[in-house]
């Protein structure tokens, strides 16, 4: 991998600002401009003006780039927005528009200190992929080995900079307006999110702790990653020319079931055991490789960022899992308390199990009438004020497990899985990390119970050999009788 820390960006922040507000103002202006009469006309009218806003929003992104594309990626993979916005800006993905490979050869030869040519012996000018901030070339080392190399956009890293203020800004002068919109929490969390994403080095140390996570697991398969000696920051991920990369889809020759039940045990198992979690699992980033006679293997890419979860929170988590698995009302709100939600908790279950918290449906079951009802009469009572106020009081490990679990769910959605098979590999997994919990708490106790006893006979032995030793060479020693 390379930064592009030294090309100047060629776009100041008020240009950048100025695009947005006008994409935003044209946005807005049709779909108020369009959707004023009523009658048969207006759903083609309403999808129309999805279309259009949807395609001003990809010019933006691919114009400003960075943080306009993760953004993009992320409304890409949601379920819940109009599907004009999903098809039109899924090619986000993978598909950004590239940097010139030029400027791609300067950032590299910035980094090297040397000719393109004296540290490859191939090096394809076309990407194979170009997403948010860096795209991938293939090469070929001079010991013949043929490598990904992943290179960050020029001057990305100062266009970031300036994209957050310019949220911040945008964040503090919607806040003026609507008081009950608050995202000042959520900008500091993605503020510190994309600072590690920018961080190559922490990439591939991220990358090399998850392959140890999952050395055992012959279904998922982390990049190799190459350092070079005398050059920490580059870093190159093996690819292997015998296999061909696809991305998550229904027409390839695999059980999609198994394959999501492999991805979604893969993120399971991060939250709830290793808590150490993808933040970042967008289409792009997973990829199936199939191995014939219906296996395959599942690629996990772009490690750039992950969230270290709080211990506590970890077991916390797992707690509130197995709870929400068997409706323990009295748990749920016990734990709401501790995560600090309060009485916001009674909505747990219906944001991660799709039922309420007097549910009386199996987990995974289709909701009944009578519920949906109670469902809409729940949620009209909340204003913008409970969301923000929600949102606020979750701790910062929470918004990284609901925007990750967003977008698998997302996935799983897309790819036609049955909605148990998330609900199945949760639940086994909060089960494992809890009682692995347990029994290394309980393990410790039982070798610190051990060793107190061993203190004791070694205190008690060492004075039996002290009281001897005084009788011998003193000889005054005597045993009271």
Sequence with gaps: MAT???VRPTRCGIERLDAESVIGALA???WTTNTRCGGWFLGRQITGVHLRSAKKLLRLCKVNRGFYVKAGQFVSSLRQVPKEYISTLSCLQDQATPCKYQDIKIVIEQNFGKDLHDIFLEFDEHPIAAASIAQVHRGRLNNNQEVAVKVQYPGLERRM???IMTMSLLSKYVSLIFPDYRFEKILLEFERTMSMELDFTQEAKNSERTARCFRKND??????VFWVDDLDFLRKADISPTKVFLRLTPKMDVSIVQVAKALI???GEMIFIHGFVHGDPHPGNILVSPRGQGRFSL??????????????FRLDYCKLWKALISLDVPKILELGEQFGVGKYAKYFPLIF???TIYSKSALGTQVSGEEKTRIKQDLSSLGMDDISSFMESLPPDFLVILRTDGLLRSILGNLGAPRHVRLLAYAKCAIYGHEEQSRLESELARLLV???DYKHKIKDKLSWMLLKISRDVLGWYKPLM
């Design 219 to 224: 279904v998922v398969k982390i990049p190799h």
């Design 299 to 312: 690629v996990l890419l772009d490690h750039g960022i992950y969230k270290e979860l709080d211990p506590k």
């Design 28 to 30: 807005s202006w049709s």
């Design 265 to 267: 045990e893969l993120f």
């Design 353 to 355: 199990t799709g039922r």
């Design 450 to 452: 051990q060793f107190i």
């Design 161 to 163: 900079k300036l994209d």
């Design 4 to 6: 592009g820390k030294r």
